[in-house]
């Protein structure tokens, strides 16, 4: 029943929908405006520059009402026409479901990636999608397509080397990155690392309610748009973009969620520190939580430690352990959420979300609650997760973090 949860709050551990903020949630409890009225374009300009610098950049960054899944197909449908080829990178089951949609598009699409199991462990080989371009002599290729941060696995992928190879061959192919699950969390720069598109959501490191999906665009994005013959009409940015530039929507906005993004867009910005703090603060919550995982003796999904997630850890359970069967258990006996495991590793691995409005102490209860179900669950631990998280986090203060 929904009353399920009797006391204390619901440890929402899930790498998104995030925790949301009191802040947040009481900025949201304000009475609905009038979308047409003066006050509504004070708060559209607010959101629509607060926004502008989580994305990191100067272009009109587009704010839909739908959720991450809308603003990719936003993102291709703008940007392509009907038979274009796409090359997209397999980092995992999000990169395969945007796959599926470029497919359900009517795109000529074509995945790269590493050969069996290994190709959820990493992120993206730039050198794979260099030389897949410099083969495209007659730039066929009309966009590549990759994912900042894969939320099934725990691997970030390197932008800028994809942006590089890309450069190295001269090739015209638009960029097109997926950072749903990365933005207000794991460092991210729209313009210089030159994306032409970025995509994001509301529920993951801007700490709102689902409900609000983004493109960040380029100029080379916008050019493209114009040409571009894929239907579009409600995704379309050229309405968007000229109606923004007085603090409008063309159609009824989420007022209530943009009245949250502008507390979240002050909560991110305006800290000390600002963004970069909000990165290292992640980078240290995701180390804490991965020495619980190597003191439990368990595999981290990501096997390379060059692009661990700031933002989730994605843990294997041993062999003949059912991953869903350890998450039901801390779930009914410790009202912890976890990440389920998705795609290809379904009950091989759960997911903990160390993004958004965390500290020390939620982890702690993420890892405790972790620990006690796997012992439940029957699965025999090298050591305690807890304790050696608890000696992280105590030993590691989050300010020396920010002075590295
Ligand atoms: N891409 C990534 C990396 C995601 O994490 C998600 C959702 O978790 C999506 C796409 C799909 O977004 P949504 O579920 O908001 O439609």
């Known amino acids: ?82 038979g274009d080829a796409v090359l997209m990178y397999e980092t995992g089951q999000f990169a395969a479901l945007w796959h599926k949609m470029a497919v359900r598009l009517g795109l000529k699409t074509e995945v790269l990636g590493l050969p069996g199991a290994e190709n959820w462990r990493r992120g993206v080989q730039a050198d794979l999608i260099e030389k897949r371009l410099r083969a495209d002599t007659q730039h066929e290729i009309k966009a590549v397509c990759v994912v900042h941060n894969e939320t099934s696995t725990g691997v970030t992928s390197d932008i800028q080397a994809v942006r590089r190879a890309i450069d190295a061959c001269k090739h015209p192919a638009l960029l097109l990155v997926d950072t749903i699950s990365g933005l207000g969390s794991a460092e991210y720069q729209h313009d210089a690392w030159g994306v032409d598109v970025s995509i994001s959501g509301s529920q993951k490191g801007l700490m709102l309610p689902p409900g609000l999906g983004f493109n960040a665009l380029s100029a080379r994005a916008i050019e493209a748009s114009k040409t571009a013959r894929m239907p579009k009409a409600y995704w379309a940015w050229d309405e968007m973009v000229e109606m923004n530039k007085t603090g409008y929507f063309p159609t009824t906005p989420n007022t209530n969620l943009l009245y949250g993004l502008a507390e979240a867009c002050d909560m991110l910005l305006q800290q000390d520190g600002g963004l970069d703090a909000v990165w290292a603060r992640h980078q240290r919550w995701a180390e804490g939580v991965r020495t619980a995982v190597r003191a439990w003796g368990l595999e981290i999904q990501c096997a390379d430690p060059a692009v661990y997630s700031p933002v989730l850890t994605g843990v294997v359970t041993p062999e003949g352990v059912d991953a869903d069967k350890v998450r039901q258990v801390i779930w009914e006996r410790f009202d912890l959420s976890l990440g389920t495991g998705l795609g290809k590793v379904k009950g091989r691995m759960f997911r903990i979300g160390h993004l958004g409005d965390c500290n020390d102490l939620t982890l702690m209860a993420a890892l405790s609650g972790s620990e006690m179900g796997l012992k439940l669950a029957g699965v025999k631990l090298a050591s305690s997760g807890v304790q050696a998280a608890m000696e992280y986090f105590a030993g590691h203060p989050a300010t020396a973090v920010l002075k590295k």
């Open 1 to 82: 029943t929904l009353d399920f949860h009797p006391t204390g709050r619901h440890f929402l551990s899930i790498p998104g929908p995030s925790p949301v903020p009191d802040r947040i949630l009481r900025a949201m409890s304000l009475p609905t405006i009038d979308h047409r009225g003066p006050e509504f374009a004070v708060l559209g300009k607010r959101v629509l520059s607060g926004i502008q610098q989580v994305f990191r950049t100067r272009q009109p960054v587009v704010i839909y009402p739908g959720s991450g899944t809308g603003a990719w197909e936003a993102a291709l449908c703008n940007v392509l026409s009907p």
